[in-house]
């Protein structure tokens, strides 16, 4: 008997990270509404019923029952429902350590499969199933809808499309060191380019300038603590490295027209 070995399967499965940061089945209501905004993780979107509208700059993309959804990691994203939407939904991150970047963040535009009825009914069941292997059996469902949209963007691009080493390093460096006083200066620094340099780059593959991407990324983890965590407005800001709680409110309030206790309240009250 002769066995024959890929030895790069191995290391490339290793060093593949897929995560599941958030989830829920959710009927929204006229609350559920966010203007566009980086967001370091992917969305997805299993539609049941209802409409709703995704947003990003020009493009707007139709929500529709039949159908599931990715905002992809980077790409700034935003939504409202005409009236309700009921889904199932995702925040997932899939990253090649050896790149060092979400593997969606070079992806520009709103990605959509369809995936009928009863298929989500079943993904619904699993969901809220109390048994651990249906929830791996959904999660194993879940990855493979993620490498779909990942391997129907390479098929439309004719390959995938990469960033430069120097972005991908200079975007793990930033989502791992978020902070309101991280500056452009500490992240070229960081990946050995100087801020004029890195801030072209950004410009051209991203759309925004160093320092406006940080800020974004700050905004969408606060909304996030906000709506997922237990902090308070005080710990919140003192996590995310604001000198104190009102300058951090007063931010927060100027991006968003609310509040964070409003907000948190609001977006509770679904």
Same mark, same amino acid.
Request: net charge neutral; proline share 4%; glycine share 6%.
């Given at each position: 008997?002769?066995i024959f070995?890929?030895? &790069?399967?191995?290391?490339?499965?290793? %060093?593949?990270?897929?995560?599941? &940061?958030? %989830?829920?089945?959710?009927?929204? %209501?006229?609350?559920?509404?966010?203007?566009?905004?980086?967001?370091?993780?992917?969305?997805?979107?299993?539609?049941?019923?209802?409409?709703?509208?995704?947003?990003?700059?020009?493009?707007?993309?139709?929500?529709?029952?039949?159908?599931?959804?990715?905002?992809?990691?980077?790409?700034?994203?935003?939504?409202?429902?005409? %009236?309700?939407?009921?889904? &199932?939904?995702?925040?997932?991150?899939?990253?090649?350590?050896?790149?060092?970047?979400?593997?969606?963040?070079?992806?520009?535009?709103?990605?959509?499969?369809?995936?009928?009825?009863?298929?989500?009914?079943?993904?619904?069941?699993l969901y809220?199933?109390?048994?651990?292997?249906?929830?791996?059996?959904?999660?194993?469902?879940?990855?493979?809808?993620?490498?779909?949209? &990942?391997?129907?963007?390479?098929?439309?691009?004719?390959?995938?499309?990469?960033?430069?080493?120097?972005?991908?390093?200079?975007?793990?460096?930033?989502?791992?060191?978020?902070?309101?006083?991280?500056?452009?200066?500490? $992240?070229?620094?960081?990946?050995?380019?100087?801020?004029?340099?890195?801030?072209?780059?950004?410009?051209?593959?991203?759309?925004?300038?160093?320092?406006?991407? $940080?800020?974004?990324?700050?905004?969408?983890?606060?909304?996030?603590?906000?709506?997922?965590?237990?902090?308070?407005?005080?710990?919140?800001?003192?996590?995310?490295?604001?000198?104190?709680?009102?300058?951090?409110?007063?931010?927060?309030?100027?991006?968003?027209?609310?509040?964070?206790?409003?907000?948190?309240?609001?977006?509770?009250?679904?």
């Amino acid at each position: 008997m002769e066995i024959f070995r890929q030895p &790069l399967f191995s290391h490339s499965h290793r %060093d593949a990270e897929f995560k599941i &940061l958030r %989830d829920g089945f959710v009927v929204t %209501d006229e609350t559920w509404k966010q203007n566009p905004l980086y967001a370091p993780y992917s969305r997805v979107y299993f539609v049941f019923e209802g409409s709703g509208m995704l947003i990003s700059g020009e493009e707007q993309m139709p929500l529709e029952p039949g159908y599931v959804y990715l905002a992809p990691c980077g790409t700034k994203c935003g939504f409202y429902g005409s %009236d309700s939407v009921t889904k &199932l939904f995702f925040h997932v991150t899939l990253s090649f350590l050896a790149e060092g970047s979400d593997a969606f963040e070079p992806i520009t535009h709103f990605l959509k499969l369809p995936c009928d009825v009863e298929k989500m009914e079943e993904l619904k069941q699993l969901y809220f199933s109390k048994e651990p292997f249906d929830h791996f059996r959904l999660s194993c469902y879940l990855r493979k809808t993620v490498c779909d949209f &990942l391997l129907s963007t390479e098929q439309a691009l004719g390959g995938r499309r990469y960033f430069p080493k120097n972005l991908s390093d200079a975007l793990a460096f930033i989502r791992g060191n978020l902070h309101a006083k991280l500056t452009a200066t500490d $992240v070229a620094k960081h990946v050995f380019c100087s801020v004029g340099t890195l801030n072209a780059i950004f410009r051209r593959e991203i759309g925004q300038s160093i320092s406006a991407y $940080v800020d974004d990324l700050i905004m969408s983890e606060a909304q996030t603590m906000l709506l997922y965590s237990n902090y308070s407005v005080g710990e919140i800001s003192e996590r995310l490295g604001f000198c104190d709680q009102f300058y951090f409110s007063r931010c927060f309030t100027k991006r968003f027209s609310l509040s964070p206790q409003k907000f948190r309240k609001i977006q509770s009250a679904k």
